[in-house]
């Protein structure tokens, strides 16, 4: 297949389309494209790096040393591993952190994992090397203060998604012209994992300002799926999902707006949690929405998932309550609903209904009582409207990336600047045309970003929302809902940039934007984000035609309790760090459940514990194997690479 046609030329005339002839714009003709000329932009362009070859061609090095993931330890398995022998079992000259030994050049190589692109900026900057520096400290703090001083992440390294501002990384968005770029302080969620001992383990690959259900920038190349080359690795977080299923990391930070951590997370056949809104700060990771803006993870188990939620957040206490109350309880006394508002159960390919029926099977075999005839019907919007009067809630995202860029970056751009240079048309998913609200309207939409529209949107409506949404919950006393994940077989690249005769082969008519046609409400969040819920991934293994499958679990909105209305908590910042802990640890049993009845997550074709990898593209599934619980760690060589510029350009 040939991918270079992924890659068209670059488009800044697209743009003025838009709002041509626009009468009325509050933004300054400095500010706004739409009331300058495309030989005015043409001529005046920000200088960009050199666009993507894809994948730059680099081997990477093994890790040789420790616990091999292959062998089921649990990253609180590993980090024990960590705590207690890492600093012992190396030669006295040579100790070093597993970051360390991982990265540092032996004679056993892996074979391109450059070319999957998860990461960005391989070609542009020193980051193998910055990581190096950080293992280094931690190594020496623990040598001289103890190895309980660098607790409770033990040097573990976590790659942070492409939107989240580092002082350490570039931090660019996925925008070629701030492609040099490092933060001027750190994102807060960055500073949860310096805090707890981990390692910033680089940067992934997002598409720009996150506004894509695919992942692929012109200055980093597209990232693509360990699964299958032409394969949608999802988005926003594609990156992060596909370091995950590669075996790069054990855990991956990603944020969702409308799905952007479920998708990758289903697409690359990982768990996916993406938890309660404020569950993790969001700070410093440039909203693209009043409220939907949520960071979350992609990994290898649920096991993985709660033991770095533990770490970061410090919430041991609150989790051994959660994980004591659901141990105390009975299979059946753990009641999951369906929903016929998030999921469609009959509208599914064969296969797909195939392999979701014997999920259900299973469960309901291991004694869980599942609810399949008496599913929720309220669509919470639909119950509580967006309010006509004060405009869109996505209206917000040209004021958080102007903040973002003067305050994370410390830029004089202005965001039409860094719009309108750099963007590649990568097919009708990875397109920036939403940001213009789709009917040629542009400026109207930002222009919708007043103070009335962002109280609506974050009190009364989620509020409004969450209550109906908890009706089913609260009515059929269910902990849970679950729902097929996608309703294609397959979404492809190819497919998804229109020239054929529908999504997944022509099962759907809709011949454009597949990544969203293709996965149900419940993934991309279109009826749920607003209101605050923990949503969850997990995947079952291969379909009777060897294609990924997962399945999806959502909490109730807000805390447990069913008597406190959603306006006594919908202003909560601090609350949901421990909420829906309680639904977590049922996911785990859910998912051990699975396991056990030999639906566990399957290994991707392209990974580098079991050598599967090859220097061709490939599309045959190996997968099938039992889930294993724990990732191996990410492995780069070091090169010297240009370094970035930090804060205001010259």
Known sequence: MALSVLFRSLIVAFTWRACLGQESCSLSCEECPFCLSEATCAANPVPLPPKSDYWPPEDILQRIYGPSPTDGPFLDKELEWFETTVLSVL????????????????????QEVQKMNHFMYWGSFDWINVVLDQAKALDAKAESEGIESIAPLY??????????????????????????MLALKDADMVSLVKNANGVLFGKTN??????????????????????????????????????????????????????????????????????????????????????????????????????????????DEAHALAEAYVAGLDNSEIIIGCSDVYYDYEGVTDAIKAKYDEAVMVLKEAGFTVLEDDCQTENPYETVPDPPEVGSSSSVWYAELATFMSDMLGSDMNPWEVMLNGFYDFGT?????????????????????????????????????SDAYNKYFDEKKVDLLIGPTQVC?????TEDMGANGGCDGGNLEQSFACAFFCHTAGVIGSFDKTFTKAKF??????????EPFSIQFMSRAGPRNPTVPASEWVYDEEGPAEWNLEELYMVKRLSDALAD??????????????????????????????????????????????????????
Not at 162 to 167: D, F, K, L, R, V
Not at 288 to 296: E, F, K, S, V
Not at 489 to 493: A, E
């Open 206 to 315: 997002v598409p720009e300002l996150a506004h894509s259900w695919g992942t692929g920038n012109y200055a980093n190349g597209i990232c693509f799926n360990p699964w299958d080359y032409d394969m949608l690795s999802g988005g926003s977080s594609g990156g992060s999902g596909g370091a995950v299923a590669s075996y790069t990391a054990t855990v991956a930070l990603t944020e969702d707006t409308l799905g952007s951590t479920n998708v990758p997370a289903t697409r690359n056949h990982v768990f996916g949690y993406d938890p309660p809104k404020f569950h993790y700060p969001n700070s410093g990771n440039p909203s693209l929405t009043t409220r939907n803006d949520q960071i979350g993870l992609n990994a290898l188990s649920i096991d993985d998932i709660i033991a770095f939620d533990k770490a970061v957040l410090m919430t």
């Open 597 to 650: 009845g030999g639906l566990g997550r399957a290994d991707a074709t392209i990974n580098y514990v079991d050598g599967l990898i090859s220097s061709d593209p490939v599309s045959s599934k190996k997968g099938g194997k039992k889930e294993k619980k724990a990732g191996k760690i990410a492995k780069a060589q070091k090169t010297k690479k240009p370094k970035a510029r930090r804060g205001r350009r010259e």
């Open 537 to 546: 991934i997990v995947p079952v293994g291969l379909t009777e035609i060897g």
């Open 489 to 493: 077989d397959r979404v492809l690249w």
């Open 91 to 110: 030669p006295s000259l040579t100790q070093q952190s597993d970051t360390e030994y991982a990265l540092t050049k032996t004679e056993v190589k892996l």
């Open 429 to 465: 998913t990875l397109s920036s045309d939403w940001m213009y609200n789709y009917l040629n309207e542009g400026c109207d939409l930002i222009n919708d970003d007043t103070d009335e529209m962002r109280e609506q949107y974050l009190g009364p409506v989620p509020a409004g929302r």
């Open 155 to 180: 040097c573990y390294p976590v790659p942070i998604k492409g939107t989240m501002a580092t002082m350490d990384f570039p931090s660019s968005l996925g925008f070629a012209a701030l492609h040099d």
